[in-house]
């Protein structure tokens, strides 16, 4: 029990080769990873931006339709 198996020292060499001998395969890795990370949340602040000018639109469309319904409810009675 003791005794470490062959699965256990192929992992371990594995292990071994792939942090020493990877020639930065790694740091591209993580490289990789925070560009595409960057960019999601990028594209995330691009598409609530998006969302954010499409409500104010609204709100802004909605306003001047309450505002037209106004005028002229307030035209209605002063005739």
């Excluded at 949340?41 to 469309?61: I, N």
């Amino acid at each position: 029990m003791g005794a470490m198996s062959i699965w256990h020292w192929l992992i371990v060499i594995a292990v071994a080769l792939l942090l020493f001998g990877g020639g930065g395969k790694i740091s591209s890795i993580m490289g990789d990873f925070g560009k595409g990370l960057r960019n999601f949340k990028k594209s995330m602040k691009e598409e609530g931006d998006e969302q954010g000018s499409e409500t104010e639109a609204a709100k802004s469309l909605k306003s001047e339709e309450s505002a037209g319904t106004e005028s002229k409810a307030d035209q209605a009675q002063k005739s």
